[in-house]
């Protein structure tokens, strides 16, 4: 592997076994901290933003399950280590498959130091989403190079990649949202073609390149043949937070976090298309100090004209009301929206600044 992706230096990272009962808590213990909030309140955000449905401790619950269902080992950049589960033999091959790829992780962080840049970008999910997914393209692209021995032509690889594609596309795990399943497949599917679309045009200094600089959000994936510019909307534009509240979270949504909201309340192709007007967003959910179950949301987004702003815009005036139903349950939420040329901003159950006390005469 060292050879294959050209690291110098010593490279033999440990490895830890553990038992299949244990690795639930090892999971837990990985989402807990690669998540910018605790997983239930992180939960409970979805939930509110309409992106699933279901109480929050029994979705994690599921989600656990589900997660540790599907690993079979990972590599974790805190301690420069391979952890591996304890499973009943398989095949050599297959097992020399799965390692490829969890090394391949190690080889990104001994080289990109990539896997620590993920956990450093918990603050924007989109962000995140992106870089994983070209982390999570290439330790496939060498996964399927190593189990041909390097003999894969550029046809080959491309029949490999549908043929993922279309195992992932299959993909289910009852009792967990599609939006999880979706997130889950995203960085494998799309990362891929991303990462197979360097390879092709440049080899592996091409590949590298998108590993040393990973696109900033999942736009760049999913509009390969585009020129955009970096999209960004600063926190300092968003609306404080108001007194007698607090911040739950401030995040990104990006174009696929959009593209999968709208895709809740019409067709994906449609929801695709509206979504794909996104030039940058930011988010703030809040929630009051006295009343914890009442929250409110402040939203502002960039769109790349003022026409696609206005067809966004409208979709989201739509949806939104039924996706966002339990922000501040039983109360209704009252929406603000606001607009200006190829941007808007919708406020939906955001107090209103209270009044200023005149101040009596000296």
Known sequence: MAQLRNVRGRFSPPCRVVSVDALRGELERKVRRDLPIAPELYLETLLRMGFVEGEPRELYRHLLAFYTSQVLGFYE??????????????????????????????????????????????????????????????AMLVMLLVSNEGALDAESLEIEQEALAEQAAELTAPGVPDFFVQDLVFPYATGLATVMRAYEAGSWPAVDRLLAH??????????????????????????????????????????????????????????????????????????????????????RISCRS?????????????????????????????????????????????????????????
Not at 230 to 245: I, L, N, Y
Request: charge should be negative; include cysteine.
């Open 77 to 138: 950049p805190d301690g420069d280590e391979m952890v591996i589960v304890a499973q009943p033999a398989t095949a050599a091959k297959e097992s020399s498959i799965v390692w490829a790829h969890e090394l391949e992780h190690a080889v990104q962080e001994h080289r990109f130091h990539l896997p620590s840049q993920l956990l450093a970008m918990r603050g924007d999910s989109d962000r995140q989403r992106a870089a994983s997914a070209i982390a999570e393209g290439e």
């Open 214 to 299: 990973p696109p900033a959000d999942t736009a760049v994936l999913l509009h390969p043949d585009e020129s955009r510019d970096a999209p960004t909307v600063p926190a300092s534009e968003m609306p404080p937070v108001p007194p007698g509240w607090e911040e739950v979270i401030t995040d990104v949504v990006g174009e696929w976090g959009l593209s999968f909201l709208l895709g809740r309340r019409m067709p994906h192709d449609q929801a695709a298309v509206l979504a794909s007007a996104w030039d940058g967003d930011r988010l703030r959910l809040v929630r009051a100090t006295r009343r914890p179950e009442q929250w409110a949301l402040a939203w």
């Open 306 to 362: 003022e026409a696609q702003r206005q067809a966004l815009e409208g979709a989201l005036e739509r949806s939104l009301p039924s996706l966002t139903s339990r922000l501040a349950p039983p109360c209704p939420v009252e929406f603000a929206w606001t607009a200006t040329g190829r941007g808007f901003e919708v406020r939906a159950g955001w107090p209103s600044p209270s009044p200023q006390r005149p101040t009596p005469p000296s």
